[in-house]
């Protein structure tokens, strides 16, 4: 064993402009960025809910925050964030353990890779 391989795991985050762009035509600049706000909020605060929920082994509220995930998600157009947030929730339907812990994980890495992404577009006009 004299070789050690060292796995990166980022992955490419994407949010969906064009739905931001639609949801800017809807509520307007104030509104939109409203919203916006709102949701990065409360991205924040169920990331480390879910994360707090799965220590505890409370998986009836864990698949509850993670639905939450997806509504949030959808709404600002964070889709691989939804995506991962269904994965998790068919872990836990599964009763797969293990497999919710590696999903679990990649949703927050996914999560707080979706925030930069939202921060870093505030700076563009839409």
């Given at each position: 064993m004299d070789q050690v391989l060292k796995i990166r795991l980022k992955e490419t985050?994407?949010?969906?402009?064009?739905?931001?762009?639609?949801?800017?035509?809807?509520?307007g600049d104030?509104?939109?960025?409203d919203v916006v706000c709102r949701a990065m909020e409360e991205l924040a605060l169920r990331l480390s809910?879910?994360?707090r929920l799965h220590s505890s082994s409370n998986l009836t509220e864990l698949r509850k925050c993670a639905r939450s995930l997806i509504a949030i998600g959808d709404q600002i157009g964070m889709h691989v964030l939804t995506r991962v947030a269904r994965d998790v929730i068919s872990a836990i339907?599964?009763?797969?353990g293990p497999a919710l812990s590696a999903t679990l994980a990649r949703l927050i890495r996914i999560g707080e890779q979706s925030l930069t992404a939202i921060w870093d577009l505030q700076d563009i006009t839409i």
């Open positions: 985050v994407h949010v969906d402009q064009d739905r931001l762009a639609a949801l800017y035509a809807e509520l104030t509104g939109a960025e809910h879910c994360s339907d599964t009763g797969d």
